[in-house]
Nanobody, 123 residues
């Protein structure tokens, strides 16, 4: 059974940084793309970043230049480094494991999800 466990969320002031982690188990981690999505209250879950099996990265325009996604296949973990945080980044952040080796911004490409971790950015 595939399990994804996110950690690293919290409360931070605008301009600050956080690093999210997502530990995966139950499938061959290195074969699949991983992604981060977020959902703010009253809004749809939206794409944030993705990383392919080979390390190619993709970002939403709203986070490009501020967030960095990376993966450590030896540790079965994907990370999201978030810098220059803004109040509009406040959301629950979810880690997803793709059905494909290639990164995607489409939710339907992700078969497995973590429980989410809250990120709150105060102004």
């Amino acid at each position: 059974q595939v399990q994804l466990v996110e950690s690293g969320g919290g409360l931070v002031q605008a301009g600050g940084s956080l690093r999210l982690s997502c530990a995966a188990s139950g499938r061959t981690f290195g074969r699949y793309a991983m992604g981060w999505f977020r959902q703010a209250p009253g809004k749809e879950r939206e794409f944030v970043a993705a990383i392919s099996w080979s390390g190619t990265t993709y970002y939403a325009d709203s986070v490009k230049g501020r967030f960095t996604i990376s993966r450590d296949n030896a540790k079965n973990t994907v990370y999201l480094q978030m810098d220059s945080l803004k109040p509009e980044d406040t959301a629950v952040y979810y880690c997803g494991s793709s059905v494909s080796s290639y990164g995607s911004a489409l939710r339907r490409e992700y078969a497995y999800w973590g429980q989410g971790t809250q990120v709150t950015v105060s102004s």
